[in-house]
């Protein structure tokens, strides 16, 4: 290991996620669930910045409710540090910026992006020089969505979410996204699934304990057309999402009537993401959700995993 003692900081940006398709199996002994998704990072940052210190201290600002956002070891970014810390004997510390842009308990996956960046300007600061297979065992170890977040682009993810295998997606697809000042916990979403399915009664099939993702879906990414995706967007925690915020539906069909394709609860919420036939159908879309007032915000996929900016 050599210390690169010479940078004193390294500035890294990680992106957020929309899944487009969230199969949900049933759920495994140690509380996840079996899932098939595919997920695309888009143009929603997460900026995380390193600096050298003896021990280890984090800064949040950014977006509305970043007094959420815990900033001892519960946070995820703190956690990776401290895990390549532990994993490769580094002796000293870092002092962590985090600036948020993706909206905290939004379902958009930004405490792991903040987690993969923070993997990546630490390796870069510390001058670790990790391998790619062991950052990603890494970033496993942190969370089901924190590979991802380090990789980027389209994906489906299995297993866990964790098992991941890059998805064939040509061109760029735009997206609108409706974010919520106040987030939906994952756990609670989750949990209210497991509710509605056992409302659904004892005639139903169990959940199968391992999914993939439909034929269709990877098509349409392939074919890069987005009416082609929008028929196949679907996320099995949309209900669950729904029924602790029904205001969402509203939320979806404004953003329909607008112009976008289709709209879908982003991994389980409260974000909207609404996928448009292209960038001016997308400016449409957002200037009707904002006359109605809502926060949307247009963005396009899929992007690079995290990176660090020179
Ligand atoms: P998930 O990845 O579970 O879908 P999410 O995208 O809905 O989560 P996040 O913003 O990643 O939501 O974080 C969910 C919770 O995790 C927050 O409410 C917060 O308490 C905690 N947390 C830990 N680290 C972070 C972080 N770096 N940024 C935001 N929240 C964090």
Known sequence: MSIAATTESVHVRAPGKINVYLGVGGRHDDGYHAL?????????????IARHADDFSLTVSGVDDVDEVPLDDRNLAMRAAKLLAAATEYPGGVALEIRKRVPVAGGMGGGSADAAAALVACDALWGTGLSAARMHELASRLGADVPFALHGGTAVGTGRGD???????????????????????????????????????????????????????????RSGDPAQLADTLYNDLQAAALSERPDLAETIDIGIRAGALQGIVSGSGPTIALLCADPEAAQDVQTALRRSGHEALHVHGPVPGARIVV
């Not at 098939?36 to 900026?47: K, M």
């Not at 497991?194 to 959940?207: N, S, T, V, Y």
């Open 163 to 221: 098992q991941l295998n890059p998805a064939l997606a040509r061109g760029r697809f735009d997206w609108v996204l409706v974010t919520s000042e106040h987030g939906l916990s994952t756990p609670v979403v989750y949990g209210r699934l497991d509710l509605l399915r056992e409302e659904e009664g004892a005639l139903a099939d169990d959940p199968p304990m391992s999914l993939d993702v439909p034929i269709p879906v990877l098509q349409a990414l």
């Open 36 to 48: 098939a998704t595919v997920f695309q990072a888009v143009s929603l940052y997460e900026d995380v």
